[in-house]
């Protein structure tokens, strides 16, 4: 039998974003032959990048874009499906509700895996997957109140376990009180309890996917990737699903950087200072998205005297950090606003500065507002990190 080139594996990519994903996989010699997307910024983006690939904008839920999909693929092979389902049901930054409709798109993914059946699949999500749970499936009704009752509790801790965080990030926006934390530990103490009583009601989510894609005939593995492993300026940690329908080991791609390292094959972590100096003296190039926030001056007296290796409000979150220039960056997110800051200059670093962090080439071109642009970034899977992930998925299907 005769295969064909490698640069001629179809993908599509589901819950695209902005493209991330999809340039590793081109880079890596994929051919990216649809993708879907659904919210609107990032949709304008991925179709400027990826003018050859047929894009769908429809909602995935929505069954007139999946069978829009299929009827695409109607005698076109689909040899590799990759995505990232939205993630903030699962990020342990935000209120992990296990009702949120943003943690069950996986079962669109596997849907579309069913009917296409690639010999390959790769889903993304974050680090939150590893440890959320969801109810197990074909419980009595009896059971399932429980578990509506624990869930209300939990949402409510983790409300003031927020507003905690966003007290210390900016004391002056938001509130926590002593009441608040009297509140918080009889929570605690009553979720605790009620866990106690419900452990066998509920199962991890990443085994739920598993045993979904072992139903319609893929084995799966997963693993948590650190993109400072392999090249990214970035400490930033994602669990990565691969699943294979036919026989044959799945393994992932070994880390190319370390830290510290001991291996002459093995490069050391790459910095930020590597990625983005020298645009820290370039104008505002609103084209380059490389645009400043305005800041007012009492603010940047803040970062003034903000020590490298410190948060602007005293704290050391992700938001507002003041990154160790000569090592990766820590986690980019879209942060509502409160990125990091600017290892030199006083000021929180451009889009295009966080992009290069994100390993996006420069003629990368993102659409939008610089908010939405933000959120593009921060929601997307590092460049480098794909193509490594592509290179590796290129063996396992030769």
Not at 33 to 54: G, I, L, Q, R, S
Not at 350 to 368: H, V
């Amino acid at each position: 039998m005769v295969r064909r080139k490698m640069t001629n594996y179809n993908v599509l990519d589901l819950f695209a974003g902005c493209g991330g994903l999809s340039k590793g996989f081109e880079k890596a010699g994929f051919k990216i032959v649809a993708a879907n997307e659904f919210w609107k910024p990032a949709a304008m983006t991925y179709k400027k990048n990826h003018p050859n690939t047929k894009f769908f904008d429809g909602d995935i839920t929505d069954e007139k874009t999946k069978q829009e999909i299929f009827d695409f693929f109607n005698g076109k092979k689909c040899d590799v499906i990759i995505g990232g389902p939205p993630c903030q049901a699962y990020s342990t930054a935000g209120l992990r509700d296990p009702d949120d409709p943003r943690g069950k798109l996986f079962e669109d993914y596997v849907k579309i895996v069913q009917k296409l059946q690639p010999t390959i699949f790769v889903m993304e999500n974050v680090k939150g997957i590893l440890t959320m749970k969801h109810e197990r499936d074909d419980l009595p009704e009896e059971n399932k109140k429980v578990l509506i009752e624990l869930r209300k509790l939990e949402k409510e801790r983790d409300e003031l376990k927020l507003l905690r965080k966003q007290s210390k990030n900016n004391p002056i926006k938001f509130k926590f009180t002593k009441e608040d934390e009297i509140r918080m530990g009889e929570l605690c103490d009553s979720i605790r309890e009620k866990k106690l009583n419900t452990r066998n009601l509920q199962e991890r989510v990443i085994y739920k996917i598993m045993k979904r894609f072992k139903k319609i005939g893929y084995d799966v593995k997963f693993n948590l990737l650190n993109s400072a492993d392999y090249g990214v300026p970035q400490k930033r940690e994602r669990v990565f699903f691969i699943g294979k329908k036919e026989d044959g080991p799945i393994s992932f791609p070994e880390p190319t950087h370390s830290s510290n390292p001991t291996n002459p094959k093995i490069k050391k972590w790459k910095t930020i200072r590597e990625a983005i100096d020298d645009l820290k003296n370039s104008r505002e190039d609103v084209n380059f998205s490389h645009v400043f926030t305005k800041h007012n001056e009492e603010f940047i007296k803040k970062i003034n005297n903000t020590k490298i290796g410190t948060n602007v409000f005293g704290g050391y979150s992700d938001a507002f950090f003041r990154n160790p220039p000569n090592e990766p960056s820590r986690t980019v997110k879209e942060n509502h606003g409160g990125v990091l800051v600017h290892y030199e200059k006083d000021r929180v670093m451009s889009p295009r500065e966080l992009a290069r962090l994100q390993t996006f080439d420069d003629n990368f071109i993102f659409k939008g507002t610089k908010s939405n642009i933000l959120k593009q970034i921060g929601n997307a899977v590092p460049v480098e990190l794909s193509r490594v992930i592509g290179e590796h998925i290129k063996k396992m299907l030769s």
